[in-house]
Every structure is written in C-alpha cells, then in structure tokens.
C-alpha cells in the first residue's frame, strides 16, 4: 500500500512537471510569434508598397514634366545646379568661345559674360578657369558638359525628374 502511495506520488509529480512544461512550451511559442522577426515581412510589403506608390507618382511627375516641357519654347543653360533660360542659341555661345580664345591672358582674368541670363560669371585674378571651362567645351562642340540645350524637351530629356516650371527666367 504504501509503495502504491508512493507510485501516486511519483505520478502526480510527474503529470505536473509535463503540464508546467506544456505550458511553458505554450508562453515560449507564443513570444516567438509576437518577435519583430516575424514581423519583418509585414513591415517589408509596407515598405514596397509605399516604394512602389513613390514610384508611380515619379512617373506621372515625369510624364508631366514632359508635356509642360513639349510646349515650353526657349534655351536652357545650367549655371551650377540651376537651370536658367538663356536667350543665346548655339552659334552665339560658339562666337563667345572663339573671341574669349583670342583674349591674352590679362584680359581672360579680367573676363566676365551673363551667357545671355540674369547671372553674370567672371573670372578673377588668380583663375580664369570659370570661362576657359565654358570656352573649351564649346570650341569642342560638348554643348552637354556646359548643361545648355537648345530646347526646354531637349533638357527635358537630360533631367526627367526636374519640373520645366523650376527654369530660371
């Protein structure tokens, strides 16, 4: 009897060990699920989607900035990161370049040119490489370097991303 006692003892033990253990089988699981691991994917689908609607408001952007550029009429000329309309065309920066290459150097320092905009470059004492730049790229026929284009579509197509309304008058 008392070994029968002791075998119920023993079971009853064991029984509560394997509940406690199921339980904390249970509760470990449980946390498991609730990590940001198991999260990620969630938060990645959001993150695509979002990419994915930035994208497609880009696109439209462009394909606007596209239509406004196709009946905007002008020049365009960059001077740093700004777009200006310039009113010269290309044989004008053409004829510049070739009289700016027959200046002596005193003169080249003491050059300065709007290339047809409200903004007005000039070199300095110490450096003429503001205009001999220009002039070189010209001369060269690499109107691209210079950021000048001879239509507001033909900038358009060069920088897709900026609005034709942004140009500098």
Known sequence: MNKIKKNKLWLTVVGFGIVIVIILSLILL???KAKPESET???QSSVKASSSSQKNRDEENQKKYAEKAEKMKGH???IGTKAQFTNWNKQQFIE???QYSLLNEENKHNASTNFGTTTTISNDSLDTSALDEVAKSVISNDFKSIS???TVKDFN???PTVNPDDIKK
């Open 30 to 32: 449980n946390q498991n």
């Open 157 to 159: 197509k060069a920088y």
């Open 148 to 150: 000048y284009f001879e």
């Open 96 to 98: 510049w370049a070739h």
């Open 76 to 78: 365009v000329f960059g």
């Open 41 to 43: 994917t969630s938060f």
